[in-house]
């Protein structure tokens, strides 16, 4: 079992920058790959970047140039930061576990419970 443990999130203007984090404990951290989703209300939840336990990273069309994923092993940590936001960003935003990265929701095994972010224009 992994536990995900999601922070970091807020309400910030339009223009602003976030970063988010994501806490693991359980399994060893750096075998998994690493997701974050988001999913805005009346929509379905949303593939918005991934990074392998080798590093490589893979970003939505709609974030890259944004958004920086990144992983700290020694910490247990992924992070997420979120630059130039905008208000079609506003969603809440999940950590997800998995063996590989995946740009679905199926390809995780493991989810945080999720935290706002609310992007004012």
């Known amino acids: 079992q992994v536990q995900l443990v999601e922070s970091g999130g807020g309400l910030v203007q339009a223009g602003g920058s976030l970063r988010l984090s994501c806490a693991a404990s359980?399994?060893?951290?750096?075998?998994?790959?690493m997701g974050w989703f988001r999913q805005a209300p009346g929509k379905e939840r949303e593939f918005v970047s991934g990074?392998?336990?080798?590093?490589?990273?893979y970003y939505a069309a709609s974030v890259k140039g944004r958004f920086t994923i990144s992983r700290d092993n020694a910490k247990n940590t992924v992070y997420l930061q979120m630059n130039s936001l905008k208000p079609e960003d506003t969603a809440v935003y999940y950590c997800a576990a998995g063996r590989v990265v995946g740009g679905t929701v199926g390809s995780y095994d493991y989810w945080g419970q999720g935290t706002q972010v609310t992007v004012s224009s």
């Open positions: 359980g399994r060893t951290f750096s075998n998994y790959a």
């Open positions: 990074i392998s336990w080798s590093r490589s990273t």
